[in-house]
């Protein structure tokens, strides 16, 4: 089988068009395509000719965090000009940010970035590799995605 790479993302979301409307804003997805059966309701996101994400709707509620599952999703920019770009983004659509704001990934590392959620409060990070080192972090040598 060799090694795999992650392809696309699925996500169950509660409202396709708030959930849509959130990543096509922060991450400048665009819709690939978009449909419905009765109440069921889809879109796929793309960042140019790749598939990313296809969101469905069929939830209610809001993402548990205190289960095991899925920890957080991570997308990596190439820089932190991109990282302070998203952040300026999430700031004015009024998205808490933890943190408050761009932080190191660990004491000393280079790398770096934002933490927040989606509207179905699912954990997400935006880091550059680099670029970070005089950013504070947080959590010290632990690792700053691994708690927030």
Do not use: K
Not at 94 to 103: I, K, N, P, R, S
């Amino acid at each position: 089988m060799g090694s795999p790479r992650t392809g696309h993302v699925g996500l169950n979301v509660s409202d396709l068009d708030r959930a849509r409307d959130f990543y096509t804003s922060v991450f400048g997805y665009t819709v690939r395509n978009e449909g419905s059966d009765g109440d069921r309701r889809w879109a796929f996101l793309a960042s140019g000719d790749t598939l990313v994400l296809t969101l469905w709707q069929q939830s209610t509620g809001a993402f548990p965090v205190d289960r095991p599952g899925l920890h957080h999703l991570s997308f990596q920019v190439d820089g932190m000009d991109q990282v302070r770009a998203a952040e300026a983004v999430l700031r004015d659509m009024g998205v808490e940010l933890a943190h408050d704001g761009a932080v190191a990934h660990r004491e000393g590392g280079r790398s770096g970035g934002i933490f927040f959620s989606d509207p179905d409060g699912i954990r997400l990070e935006i880091y550059a590799p680099t670029g970070a080192e005089e950013l504070p972090a947080p959590q010290g040598a632990t690792p700053t995605c691994g708690f927030f």
